[in-house]
């Protein structure tokens, strides 16, 4: 397995569609989603703390629907307007700590790169690596980490802190599980949040330590 260095001040966290209709209540609500919710919201504060600068993406698409395209013929809840941009479902959940600093990106497909300036964003701040946490782990996040991979950036996938919701007769524990083994093999380095926490602490001290010399 891949062991990645983690440099803070070369890192963004990008906490993929902690939105309403994701976390809880709803038919596409990952059944972990409340104490997903929990994780990230620490690894977010670890994160500002080293100076991992904060991202948080929310899969929208335009309030009248007019860009659903595909999307709408295969997701019969996106063609009923869960994801609608201004719709409560679509809100980032309000028990996630989203602070003025952080950057909020919403994005009309599965991935976080495709019709967005996330890209733009990373390479303006010196980002090489890249922390992928949020739902669902197999649809919005790993596509994402997938596209990062393929840029080039450094992956980090969260075993713990992604979560999903059953699909084709597969649960989400399955699903889960086929995910994270798929991305550690071929795409990323895959922790837990308290992993990643740790790497996060130890390059923060690696820093400060060059800095003091």
Do not use: W
């Amino acid at each position: 397995m891949v062991d990645f260095k983690v440099d803070p001040r070369h890192t963004a966290l990008i906490n993929v569609d902690m939105q309403n209709c994701f976390v809880e209540n709803s038919p596409i609500a990952a059944p972990d989603g409340p104490k997903v919710l929990a994780r990230i919201n620490k690894l977010i504060e670890t994160c500002r703390d080293a100076g991992v600068k904060v991202i948080h993406t929310a899969h929208v698409v335009r309030p009248d629907g007019s860009n659903i395209g595909v999307m709408g013929e295969i997701i019969p809840v996106v063609r009923e307007g869960i994801i609608n941009e201004g719709s409560v479902t679509a809100a980032l959940h309000k028990g996630l700590n989203v602070k003025p600093d952080d950057i909020v990106l919403n994005k009309p497909r599965f991935g976080s790169f495709h019709g967005t300036d996330l890209e733009l964003i990373l390479r303006s701040n010196g980002i090489d690596t890249v922390i992928v946490s949020g739902i669902a782990t197999n649809v919005c996040c790993e596509t994402t980490a997938r596209e990062a991979n393929a840029r080039d950036y450094k992956v980090f996938f969260l075993s713990d802190g992604t979560a999903t919701f059953g699909l084709g007769g597969l649960s989400p524990e399955e699903l889960q599980k086929a995910t994270c083994a798929t991305l550690g093999s071929l795409f990323a380095e895959v922790l837990s949040v308290d992993q990643m926490i740790g790497k996060i602490r130890a390059g923060a001290g690696a820093v400060k330590r060059v800095a003091a010399e």
